[in-house]
């Protein structure tokens, strides 16, 4: 049992030894290459067995015949494994090469498009990480080209809305300054309008770029949908006479939502206003509120005549409008893009969809 023993302790000091200075080779060489790590893990491997195996042979004082014999199959071992590391390891850089190629198309704008034959479950599942994560890059890309167009065209359409009024009120200005004016008070009077016009769109950028920008700060309160939906069509209510539309809201659930009632009390408007302006004279303006699966949902649908297809995924957008005029009463195209950035403050989402006769935008809100 000691001889045991004794062989035992020989053995695993030769291969601690080969083991110690292998890890000081992996060390030095740590930032090298895979098929370098992978010869010397294979050579750490084979040494240690060999340290382990002449020790216990010098300390087993085997003839010189018999030691050269164990040298020899241990060395031809050696090389049969570090061949072996060695083309694993050429094989596995390959397949890394040919990966970070892969990696780099889609850093530089392209797409991922993964290589085949991922020798390593590793490997593969980077591949499909890579993947997923290229894909998300492109639609953030697409989100961002959309988002610069329509900044664009929402710097160019408010520098034509302001400048049209502005020119007006300079007009004016003037034929009162130089008494040019035959009704004093008429003018005065459109002076007025066309300032609440421009102060109202200043205040709609001014919301906009709070929601945009991720500071618009809500205080939530526990408000029954009922009250929320009756004072906003008592609100527009005469722009409802003014433009002969009938406003309907008979369909009304007595739900609590915990709202903003100021920002929701806009939201409610602009959709109402948007409705109105877009109902021709006769026309109906519906609201409903019921509760549902997802929450309490809120909807306002109108008699436009139905949105084309191909424009409903951009309604939300900033600076969308439904023709291209952009003449009075017809705003900057902010309003929608309000409703849905002070809906998804409050977690929700907003949606529009054709009904018949026209469209139906709905807002849904996480119930209280």
């Known amino acids: 049992m000691n001889d045991v023993l004794l062989i035992a302790l020989f053995a695993f000091l030769g291969a601690a030894a080969a083991g110690i200075l292998g890890a000081g ?7 090298r290459s895979l098929v370098v790590s992978l ?4 050579g750490v491997a084979v ?8 020790t216990v042979a010098w300390a087993m004082f085997l003839s010189s015949h018999d030691l050269y014999v164990v040298t020899t199959v241990v060395a031809m071992a050696a090389l049969v494994s570090l061949a072996t590391a060695i083309l694993l390891g050429r094989w596995v850089a390959a397949q890394s090469r040919e990966l970070t190629l892969a990696a780099r198309s889609f850093g530089d704008g392209g797409t991922f498009a993964a290589p085949a034959g991922q020798p390593t479950a590793e490997l593969a599942e980077l591949a499909r990480e890579l993947a997923a994560t290229s ?14 167009a329509s900044r664009r065209e929402l710097v160019a359409w408010i520098s034509h809305d302001l400048r049209t009024p502005l020119a007006g009120l300079r007009a004016m200005a003037e034929a009162l300054e130089d008494g040019m004016a035959a009704d004093s008070g008429r003018y005065l009077r459109q002076i007025r309008t066309e300032v609440e016009r421009m102060n109202g769109m200043v ?3 001014f919301e906009l770029s709070r929601i945009q920008a991720g500071s618009l700060t809500l205080a939530t309160a526990r408000i029954s949908l009922y009250d929320l939906v009756g004072d906003a069509l008592a609100g527009v209510d ?3 006479r003014e433009h002969g539309v009938r406003l309907v809201g008979d369909r009304i659930d007595e739900v609590p939502v915990e709202v903003d009632g100021k920002e929701m009390s806009r939201v409610l408007g602009n959709l109402l206003i948007n409705a109105i302006r877009r109902t021709p004279p006769d026309g109906t303006v519906a609201v409903a509120a019921h509760r549902s699966d997802g929450g309490v949902v809120l909807s306002v649908t109108d008699g436009c005549g139905g949105i084309p297809e191909e424009d409903l995924p951009r309604v939300f957008d900033t600076g969308w409008r439904g023709s ?4 009075p009463p017809a705003g900057a195209g902010l309003g929608l893009a309000i409703v849905r950035g002070i809906v998804e403050a409050h977690a929700g989402r907003a949606e529009v969809r054709n009904v018949q006769g026209g469209c139906c935008f709905s807002v849904t809100l996480p119930t209280a």
């Not at 080779?25 to 930032?31: K, S």
Request: net charge positive; proline share 2%; hydrophobic share 50%.
């Open 135 to 148: 894909a998300k890059l492109d639609s953030s890309r697409v989100r961002e080209r959309a988002l610069e």
């Open 324 to 327: 291209h005029a952009r003449t």
């Open 47 to 54: 040494t240690a067995m060999l340290a382990g195996t002449l």
């Open 203 to 205: 205040g709609d950028l």
């Open 238 to 240: 005469p722009l409802a």
């Open 39 to 42: 010869s010397v893990v294979a």
């Open 25 to 31: 080779v992996l060390r030095l060489l740590r930032h």
